[in-house]
């Protein structure tokens, strides 16, 4: 990891942990019930508890709803800032007080690494 990487890597882990969020470890158990729907084509996964932000751009600003649930869909997916959970994609969603569209890191998101690697590949459509 490069040294801009690195301390762009600490400063996002920081804005999270001033947010309340801790970076997600993906369970087997939780990464297997993860998957797109072929019928509406999002991901309908498990996230982390207690009101995730849902960013207006894809890095930790501006924050524009929240995520209540432990169990939410995301319709796309689009490359963004770089975050704790230690590559770029971000999910989009529409948060769940104020119905406002926008996007939580990969990190919040109980995928595997292979997903995030590459959603289209399983099927989400990029944002």
């Known amino acids: 990891m490069n040294k801009h990487r690195a ?7 920081a804005a999270f942990a001033l947010l309340g969020v801790a970076p ?3 369970s087997a158990a939780s990464a297997a019930a993860c998957g797109v729907d072929p ?4 991901l309908h996964c498990s996230n ?15 924050a524009v709803d929240y995520l209540d649930t432990t169990e939410s869909w995301f ?3 689009t490359p963004g800032e770089l975050h704790p959970g230690g590559n770029t994609t971000w999910y ?12 939580v890191p990969a990190s919040v ?6 997903f995030d690697a ?6 989400l459509r990029r944002c």
Do not use: K, M, Q
């Open 39 to 42: 019928h509406d084509g999002r």
């Open 109 to 114: 998101v109980h995928t595997t690494s292979a």
């Open 92 to 103: 989009g969603t529409v948060g769940d007080r104020f119905g406002n569209f926008g996007y």
């Open 7 to 13: 301390i762009s890597t600490t400063i996002v882990a």
């Open 24 to 26: 997600a470890t993906a």
């Open 75 to 77: 319709t796309c997916w």
């Open 48 to 62: 982390e508890a207690g009101g995730l932000p849902v960013f207006h751009e894809p890095r930790p600003v501006d």
């Open 118 to 123: 590459d959603p289209s590949r399983y099927g």
